[in-house]
């Protein structure tokens, strides 16, 4: 089920982006680049393939028009000054009234205090 889960979540994320090639491109360069930097990991702690294709598929909709090495340029510029407290989202929250998941907590700081200590919110 997990595999199932990466490749629906792999697929909504294209559909969110603008231009998927220049997406794929542009998360190419910076994949290769964490992982040289041995920062490409969640055993380790690191942000992983998910992760990484949501912060860059930001990027992809903040600067729809940008080609794949200014959209690297912007990605390192927008994220070094990015402000924490708030969440990388591609589309707004939602709660989610589907059956069989109205179990599952939605990240949400103003209904659960423990949300507010995540330090980097990424949220799929």
Known sequence: VRSLNGCRVADHILSL???P??????LRFIKIWAKRRGIYSNILGFFG???WAILVARICQLFPHFTPSALVKRFFRVYARWNWKNPVVLCPIRESNVSGLTGFKVWNPKQHPQDRAHIMPVIT
């Open 17 to 19: 982006v603008p231009d």
């Open 21 to 26: 090639q220049r997406f794929r491109e542009t």
């Open 49 to 51: 393939g998910i992760t």
